[in-house]
């Protein structure tokens, strides 16, 4: 198994959910965090539940690649030997036909999703390359393997994940490198409550009366991942809830 004691682990998207467990499931297995997302406060307020652990916290928009560049070349002397990546920041906005879609919507989705994970890939992946050693973990979904009714865009950045991390593995074959794509179906966490701009109820039908994963599930494979012997490389890993078989089948337990 692979000590992660006092490695650097940045996690993109660390305020909530998938990410959020990421640092705590990081955190006790020993790494050095790098924790970053647009809003500082709830950052801080996870970096308040890493006791005895060192983090570094980053206000950061990965839509912004001058601001990407700027936060990866400006890490301070000892955070900057990043050894694993966590590309985890991500959304889905809107469940619209695409004929009637929201071009801000799509816009969103592209820069956050594809746009984002290529400009903090790019930062980091060549000083991984030359000090030979690193990993990057990209956070795809089921969405990328399966389109569903009105998915559309968001299908579409999650395959897009999916490919991306299939050529970065290329890419880098000849250095100790490894890339994973970790792509799960339904996992309970604030991701519906941004889909739907803040329609909570909307929000919840989306896990009502069935066993969604839970972020700590997500997490627990992503450490799995980041532990393997540095031969062996977890390529793609797709995981769902037992009670989901596919992108459009759920079983639920309603009795209304
Ligand atoms: P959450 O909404 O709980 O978390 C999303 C995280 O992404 C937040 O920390 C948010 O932080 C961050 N984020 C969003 N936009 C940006 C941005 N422009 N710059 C930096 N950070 C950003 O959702 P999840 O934890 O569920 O989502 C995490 C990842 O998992 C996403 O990539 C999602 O697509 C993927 N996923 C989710 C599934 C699910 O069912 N929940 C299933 C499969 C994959 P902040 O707002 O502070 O910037
Ligand atoms: C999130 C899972 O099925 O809601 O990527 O698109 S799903």
Redesign the pocket.
Known sequence: MYSLKDRIVFI?????????SCALAFAGAGAKLIL????LE?LEALASELKGTQYHLLS????DRSQVQSACNGLPGDWQDVEILIN?????RGLDKLYEGSIKDWEEMID??VK?LLYMTRSIAPGMVSRGRGHIIN?????GHQTYPGGNVYCAT?AAVRVISEGLKQDLLGTPVRVSSI?????E???SN?RFHGDTERAKNVYRGTTPLT?DDVADVVLFCATRAPHVNINEVLMMPTEQSGSTLVHRHISD
């Open positions: 993109t998207g660390a305020s909530s959910g998938i990410g959020a970053a997302g647009r809003r709830p950061l928009d990965v839509r985890n920041a991500g959304l889905s956050t999703n984002g956070i795809g979904s089921l969405a999650k792509d799960p179906g339904l996992v966490t604030n991701f941004v972020p």
